[in-house]
């Protein structure tokens, strides 16, 4: 990943948690907890796609982990986040910008649904059965309904500032630098003519065109001779 990439994925990740455990997690709304961590892993990677979901997953999930007050073992989420965002990142918008909200919209609900099933699955394979005791059907709705109530106020937030970070200036005017000089090597292998001394191939033009006028013009004069 660039390096910018990687500090602006770092930067709202740290954001998302610290809001979600300081903010949302002391709410004690009824079943789970608004995912915002999963919704900025979302955002991220259906601009920067799938590898760079599953890494900006990865990562958020491994920070979850072992963020305080995390009571589950070290690797759980990040195995979750890692998915959702790998499989995010294969149904990314062209160009990385939305046409339409249902799209999205249809992301976030089978993230939080699929996110929630994973993280119950994975808990129910090391021994963690508290998903039992809370209501499964009760936490996907729940997560269902936080997270798309939440998501239009986040996702397309973290995609702008997502593209915005991709626009580097200096890579735009060197790759366009780049495409003129392959334009120019095109026309010149064609014509034969130098692009980058248009001045100097004209001249040349203008100068075989008056030498060649002046032959004709002696020959002319020879033969009325």
């Given at each position: 990943?660039?390096?910018?990439?990687?500090?602006?994925?770092?930067?709202?990740?740290?954001?998302?948690l610290v809001i979600q455990v300081s903010v949302l997690a002391r709410l004690h709304l009824p079943g789970a907890v608004p995912d915002l961590l999963l919704l900025t892993v979302l955002g991220l990677a259906m601009v920067y796609g799938?590898?760079?979901?599953?890494?900006?997953?990865?990562?958020?999930?491994?920070?979850?982990?072992?963020?305080?007050?995390?009571?589950?073992?070290?690797?759980?989420?990040?195995?979750?986040?890692?998915?959702?965002?790998?499989?995010?990142?294969?149904?990314?918008?062209?160009?990385?910008?939305?046409?339409?909200?249902?799209?999205?919209?249809?992301?976030?609900?089978?993230?939080?649904?699929?996110?929630?099933?994973?993280?119950?699955?994975?808990?129910?394979?090391?021994?963690?059965?508290?998903?039992?005791?809370?209501?499964?059907?009760?936490?996907?709705?729940?997560?269902?309904?936080?997270?798309?109530?939440?998501?239009?106020?986040?996702?397309?937030?973290?995609?702008?500032?997502?593209?915005?970070?991709?626009?580097?200036?200096?890579?735009?005017?060197?790759?366009?630098?780049?495409?003129?000089?392959?334009?120019?090597?095109?026309?010149?292998?064609?014509?034969?003519?130098?692009?980058?001394?248009?001045?100097?191939?004209?001249?040349?033009?203008?100068?075989?065109?008056?030498?060649?006028?002046?032959?004709?013009?002696?020959?002319?004069?020879?033969?009325?001779?």
């Amino acid at each position: 990943m660039r390096v910018n990439r990687i500090l602006l994925s770092t930067a709202l990740v740290v954001v998302a948690l610290v809001i979600q455990v300081s903010v949302l997690a002391r709410l004690h709304l009824p079943g789970a907890v608004p995912d915002l961590l999963l919704l900025t892993v979302l955002g991220l990677a259906m601009v920067y796609g799938h590898v760079g979901g599953a890494l900006v997953g990865f990562g958020a999930g491994l920070l979850a982990d072992l963020a305080p007050p995390a009571d589950h073992a070290a690797g759980r989420y990040a195995l979750v986040l890692c998915v959702v965002g790998y499989l995010a990142g294969l149904v990314r918008p062209e160009n990385g910008r939305l046409k339409s909200a249902s799209g999205p919209m249809a992301v976030v609900v089978a993230a939080a649904l699929g996110s929630t099933l994973l993280y119950a699955g994975v808990g129910a394979l090391v021994g963690d059965t508290a998903a039992r005791h809370v209501g499964l059907p009760g936490l996907l709705f729940s997560a269902a309904l936080y997270d798309l109530l939440l998501a239009p106020f986040v996702v397309p937030g973290v995609m702008w500032l997502a593209r915005r970070s991709d626009n580097d200036p200096l890579t735009e005017s060197a790759s366009a630098a780049k495409a003129g000089d392959i334009s120019s090597g095109w026309l010149s292998s064609g014509t034969g003519l130098r692009i980058g001394g248009q001045r100097g191939g004209l001249g040349a033009l203008k100068a075989r065109a008056r030498t060649r006028s002046a032959k004709v013009g002696r020959i002319k004069g020879v033969k009325r001779l």
